[in-house]
């Protein structure tokens, strides 16, 4: 299973409510992503493997999502209209900013 399969089998388990929950406040959205970007860290995954996965994150998020505030809306536009070299860069400061919260 590649990765891409596994961040959408994990994406896909978050029930409703949880995932209500996490979108619902910016904070909360930043939160999870530190969690689950120091997760990564502690199992040895580099900065560019943690933005890789940030990529596929946000591109099931734009795909599958709505955004619920307008943090996540300005998130969704950035990404939308960004290149793929673009959106790359993003992710790397989206990993940056959770880190940092």
């Known amino acids: 299973m590649d990765m891409k399969d596994k961040v959408q089998k994990e994406l ?3 029930i ?3 995932k209500d929950d996490i ?16 997760l990564g860290e502690n199992v040895g ?9 940030t990529e596929l994150v946000a591109n099931y998020l734009a795909k599958h999502e709505n955004p619920r505030n307008r943090e996540e809306h300005l998130l969704m536009q950035l990404w939308n209209s960004g290149t793929k070299e673009e959106q790359h ?6 990993l940056k900013m959770v880190k940092n919260a």
């Open 45 to 53: 995954l580099s900065e560019e493997t943690l933005a890789k996965t």
């Open 16 to 18: 409703d409510e949880t």
């Open 89 to 94: 860069n993003l992710s790397h400061m989206l």
């Open 23 to 38: 979108l619902e406040n910016f904070n909360h959205f930043k939160n999870y992503l530190g969690e689950k970007v120091e």
């Open 12 to 14: 896909a388990k978050l």
